[in-house]
């Protein structure tokens, strides 16, 4: 498959740059994944399309305010540092801008001293690792130094950091907020839980290979970058206990959609307690083996997002919904609106 065949056009004032005042006031787009039929929605509804006995899969982590400005030591020349992934003993793996200037050896420091990162590598996808040093907890010094990391397609300012985080955020360790989660408040879900739906939690630590662009013509050639994920015993006992009964297992968001068919896909289909790295790459042709539905938000063109959700629907499928959704104009993206694809039944049927 062509990198061209995910392609659309999108007006660039459907990209929502700010969150709606009300997490939940977003439209919600339901598709049909044997038909393609549409429905336009308000993101409430979802209550309507949620049946007792299911389970919602959402995950759990927490963003970190993971960019970073400071001045290069030598040159006092001004370099931004993104926090991607954590490797242990202080040391990050970056994406650092610009990259020219930073090689092994460089020395940034952030707010007057307070941290210095000195560069101890430069890594195949262009990023930079880094070797921090600071006194105290490294996280407390963050808090203060750090800004929330928004996406590059969003240019205005946000006036509050903690909606750029969902509200069942815990494990921190993210560098971008897993964002089918952003419409959902806390009123919302006791409501699911009150219909009988089984609410879930997992981690996954939103990194470079969620946002990384294809940058090959054939997507079979392109290469994820590991993201780390965890499934407690909890969780995954869980979520065996709603298949074993029939149930529906309905992900929120790209990145338990990946956790999950991770951890199927390496135990013969069972969802099983587990942790580490994983690269998977889901297109058109792979078969789905833990969930059933999922929400998720309205994503790049050519982006590995969208061939996520082809795989579930299909490439048709998916880019006609979103030409509905250019044409009724959706908000995209991050701080936009979402979409459903409804679970199919036993029988084959969409509920």
């Known amino acids: 498959m062509n990198i061209e065949d995910f392609d659309f056009h999108l007006p660039e004032e459907l990209i929502a740059q700010t969150p709606l005042k009300d997490r939940t006031s977003s439209r919600l787009m339901v598709v049909d994944r044997e038909t393609g039929q549409v429905e336009d929605r308000q993101f409430p509804d979802i209550l309507g399309y949620l049946q007792e006995g299911d389970c919602l899969v959402l995950n759990d982590t927490k963003v970190l305010p993971a960019r970073l400005l400071g001045t290069k030591e ?12 954590d490797k242990g003993g202080d040391e990050w793996e970056t994406l650092a801008k610009p990259a020219k200037r930073v090689k092994p050896g460089t020395v940034v420091t952030f707010g007057d001293g ?34 929330m990391p928004l996406p590059p397609y969003i240019h205005e300012k946000l006036d509050d950091q903690d909606r750029y985080q969902t509200v069942f955020a815990r494990e921190r ?20 839980r009150e219909k009988g739906v089984e609410i879930v939690f997992i981690t996954l630590h939103v990194g470079l290979g969620t946002f990384r662009p294809v940058s090959v013509d054939s997507i079979e050639e392109h290469e994820m970058h590991s993201e780390y994920y965890s499934v407690s015993e909890e969780a995954a006992s869980s979520i065996r206990r709603v298949k074993a009964a029939g149930g529906r297992v309905i992900a929120v968001g790209t990145t338990s959609t990946r956790t999950l068919e991770t951890i199927a896909s390496e135990h013969g289909g069972e969802i099983v307690a587990a942790g580490g790295w994983t690269s998977i790459f889901i297109y058109p042709g792979y078969e789905y083996k833990a969930i059933d539905g999922l929400i998720t938000n309205f994503h790049l063109p050519k982006s590995t997002l969208i061939m996520l959700v082809s795989a579930l629907a299909s490439k048709e499928i998916i880019l006609d919904a979103y030409k509905h959704a250019v044409e009724e104009q959706y908000r995209f993206f991050s701080f936009g609106d979402a979409m459903f694809i409804k679970p199919t039944d036993r029988k084959g049927r969409t509920e």
């Open 114 to 147: 307070l941290l210095k990162a000195v560069c101890t590598g430069v890594s195949d996808h262009g990023g930079r690792t880094f070797k921090f040093e600071y006194d105290g907890i490294f996280y407390e010094v963050l808090d203060r130094l750090g800004e």
């Open 74 to 85: 030598e040159t006092g020349a001004a370099i931004e540092v993104l926090l991607l992934t």
């Open 173 to 192: 360790g993210s560098a971008a907020a897993p964002t089918a989660g952003l419409h959902f408040t806390e009123e919302l879900l006791e409501r699911i």
